[in-house]
Each structure stands twice: as structure tokens, then as C-alpha cells.
Nanobody
């Protein structure tokens, strides 16, 4: 059974940098065979795409709202994926979820991903 666990959420000030991490595990889960992504959901809003990364990290994609500020990466040897967030804004406040799928048909669409973590709260406020 695939398990994804996010960590690193917290309260940060506008303009700060912060990193959230997703760790994958499971008996037959071969992390390196899965495309991964970050989504986020703010109160009262739908879950939205943030960034995705292919299984060998050769392809990444970002939402326009975070392009140039956020960087997605993965370490297949450690079964982890990270999201480095710079120049954080109050509008980045949300629960951040990691997602995984062997072959997502649309990398920026939530229903393309089979496995999800429970989420980690990131709050950007002064």
C-alpha cells in the first residue's frame, strides 16, 4: 500500500522562504517509477495544481502563480520530493498535498493522481 506523508508546514512571514517535503513508502511502492506533484487548497477554494515532476525529474511543470518562486525536486534514493517556496505571499496560504501516479494523463489535474498524502498547512502571515 502506497503511503505519502507531507511534512514541513508552518507559519511563515511574507517574503520568507520555506520548504515542504513528501516522503513515500509502501511494500511494493517503487518511488522512482512514479510521477509526483504538489497541489494546494485554501479555505473555501478548490484544490489547485502547484507543481509536478516526472519520475526521473527530467520534466517539471509549474502553475503560473508560483513560477519563478517555487522549485520542485525529488530524491529517488531517499523516496522524497520537496517543494522549495521563496518570496512567499499571503495568497500562498493553503494546505499543501503531495500526489503520485505511475502515468498521470494530465500532470496539472488532480484526478490524474491515484495516491495522496494527508496534507500539511502552510500559513503566510505577518
Amino acid at each position: 500500500q502506497v503511503q505519502l506523508v507531507e511534512s514541513g508546514g508552518g507559519l511563515v512571514q511574507p517574503g520568507d522562504s520555506h520548504r515542504v517535503v513528501c516522503a513515500g513508502s509502501g511494500g511494493t511502492f517503487a518511488f522512482s517509477n512514479y510521477a509526483m506533484a504538489w497541489f494546494r487548497q485554501a479555505p473555501g477554494k478548490e484544490r489547485e495544481f502547484v507543481a509536478s515532476i516526472s519520475w526521473q525529474a527530467k520534466a517539471t511543470k509549474y502553475a503560473d502563480s508560483v513560477k519563478g518562486r517555487f522549485t520542485i525536486s525529488r530524491d529517488n534514493a531517499k523516496n522524497t520530493m520537496s517543494l522549495q517556496m521563496n518570496s512567499l505571499e499571503p495568497e500562498d496560504t493553503a494546505v499543501y498535498y503531495c500526489a503520485a501516479d505511475r502515468d498521470p494523463p494530465y500532470r496539472d489535474v488532480a484526478r490524474s493522481y491515484t495516491y495522496w498524502g494527508q496534507g500539511t498547512q502552510v500559513t503566510v502571515s505577518s
